[in-house]
């Protein structure tokens, strides 16, 4: 084999090399998920007609060190009709997922409603989803995560930054929400604990209406590696 032969070959094998090394040390993106797993109709607000028409809203904010909100993604459900004793199963609930920050924590939100306005709650979901991808979170409103929020103001954070021009809170009526719920996932636990059950009990009442709801999310963490850009 002539000299010029064997400096090819070994050029091609250290090529190789160096992109094996390359990939292998391709940077590592840590990814949160929430999916509602479960809910269950225990008990109806709605005892004439027998049925509650219900919307779900949900959301993950990406929070860094520092406090301040980077990114957010919204989701929703319904408007769907549930009747007493229904369940909807996992595959009824579209899941969203977010990079949480390192050293930072994601928020998950979630809140559930029994509509009254049909058609007003009708065009505040089309509106909501319209605006289904992960959103930067403009610096005026970022520091507005270091501050203890509600769901539904976590919610209004990221339609606002979507460019939305109303708050969540402003088309619901406080008598039409069955439960809120938000849940902080900090960088170091979601690393220790990828899978992270949250159930839920939303109960009360209502004008003398008894209503009672059991829900169920995951938080889903897992690490990618990034693909390299071209």
Not at 26 to 53: F, G, M, N, Y
Not at 127 to 143: F, M, N, Q, S, T
Request: include cysteine; proline fraction near 3%.
């Amino acid at each position: 084999m002539s000299e010029s032969i064997r400096f090819i070959k070994r050029g091609v094998l250290a090529g190789v090399a160096v992109a094996t090394m390359a990939a292998c040390q391709a940077p590592k993106q840590t990814l949160t998920s929430l999916q509602v797993t479960s809910l269950r109709a225990l008990d109806l607000e709605e005892k004439v007609t027998r049925s509650d028409e219900l919307l779900m809203a949900y959301s993950l904010t990406a929070v860094d060190a520092n406090g301040r909100a980077l990114e957010t993604i919204n989701g929703s459900w319904g408007i769907q009709e549930a009747r007493k004793g229904q369940v909807f199963a996992e595959k009824a609930f579209q899941a969203i997922q977010i990079p949480i920050p390192k050293n930072g924590r994601v928020v998950a939100s979630l809140v559930l409603v029994e509509v009254d306005d049909y058609d007003k709650a009708r065009k505040t979901l089309t509106e909501v989803r319209k605006y289904h991808d992960i959103v930067k979170v403009p610096a005026g409103l970022a520091e507005l995560a270091d501050i203890a929020l509600t769901p539904i103001k976590y919610l209004s954070l990221g339609l606002s930054a979507a460019g939305v021009a109303f708050q969540l809170a402003d088309r619901l009526d406080n008598d039409d929400i069955l439960g809120q719920h938000s849940t902080e996932l900090t960088y170091e636990k979601a690393l220790v604990t990828p899978l992270l059950q949250v159930p839920l009990q939303f109960k009360g009442n209502n004008l003398g209406n008894s209503f009672h709801y059991e829900l169920a999310y995951d938080l889903r963490t897992s690490t990618v590696r990034l693909k390299p850009k071209r």
